[in-house]
């Protein structure tokens, strides 16, 4: 098995950084494609950003372009997700998640059946 476990969420103002790690740990070497979601009150899970093994791939969503980045050190089994520019509208749970078998950027980002691991969550609040 393996655990993901989200780390750097809190309480920031609109236009602030904020830095996210997911550390994995178990079964690591059985992960592939790493990303993050998140989930804001009363509204789906939604996709982030998605990184393939190689960190070659990546895929973002509309709304993050351009202010979020996605990046992966494999030597510590860790994914981060650099925020930048926040806005109010970025209030969520931002969800950590991993596949257990390769597959591209696009695909985990826009089938979330795809995905074999989620970590529990950190809360990420931008205040206006």
């Known amino acids: 098995q393996v655990q993901l476990v989200e780390s750097g969420g809190g309480l920031v103002q609109a236009g602030d950084s904020l830095r996210l790690s997911c550390a994995a740990s178990?079964?690591?070497?059985?992960?592939?494609?790493k990303g993050w979601f998140r989930q804001a009150p009363g509204k789906e899970r939604e996709v982030v950003a998605t990184?393939?093994?190689?960190?070659?791939?990546?895929y973002y969503a509309d709304s993050v372009k351009g202010r979020f980045t996605i990046s992966r050190d494999n030597a510590k089994n860790t994914v981060y997700l650099q925020m930048n520019s926040l806005k109010p509208e970025d209030t969520a749970v931002y969800y950590c998640?991993?596949?257990?078998?390769?597959?591209?950027?696009?695909?985990?980002?826009?089938?979330?059946?795809?995905?074999?691991?989620w970590g529990k969550g950190t809360l990420v609040t931008v205040s206006s």
């Open positions: 990184i393939t093994l190689t960190g070659a791939n990546t």
């Open positions: 998640a991993a596949t257990a078998t390769p597959t591209t950027a696009q695909s985990m980002a826009l089938d979330p059946g795809r995905i074999d691991y």
């Open positions: 178990g079964r690591t070497g059985s992960t592939y494609n």
